[in-house]
């Protein structure tokens, strides 16, 4: 067969035409995602997880890809079929899947941290609750740098 005829993708059947220009791509699949899909073992996704952590630490900062303003950023992982923030899926690694409307948060107050003991389930208002206890509101760090409360 050459390697220009269209063929049938190993993970969804769906016939495509290999492109050859590219060297990453697997002939056998018809993209990236169903490469993924096709050869991802779940072991080795745990593996390559946890290979992206930095566990020297009380936090295990996530070391990967982030995304965030400064000071404030999360890591990303791409885990099943989308990119995830890095703490959900150590959370769903540790302890299963999480409900839809449940939150994985913090209480070591460190976006980067995966580590499975710091994190805690809680809802959209949990999230701000404990933000505002923990005076993290953007209007809170606003404030505490205005001019006009810094004390003279």
Known sequence: ?????????????EMFTPQTKHRYRNPRFCSRVCSNRGTAHPHD????????VDQGSDCWLWQAATAGSPGWKYGYFWFGERLRRAHVVSWILANGEIEDGTWVLHRC??????RPEHL??????ANVQDM????RGWWQRLNATS??????
């Open 1 to 13: 067969m050459s390697s220009m005829e269209p063929r049938g993708c190993a993970y969804c059947g």
């Open 45 to 52: 996704v745990v593996r390559r997880f946890w290979s992206k």
């Open 109 to 114: 107050d460190t976006p980067l941290c995966v």
């Open 120 to 125: 805690f389930l809680g809802d959209l208002d």
């Open 132 to 135: 505002t206890k923990k005076e």
């Open 147 to 152: 001019p006009s409360t810094a004390p003279m």
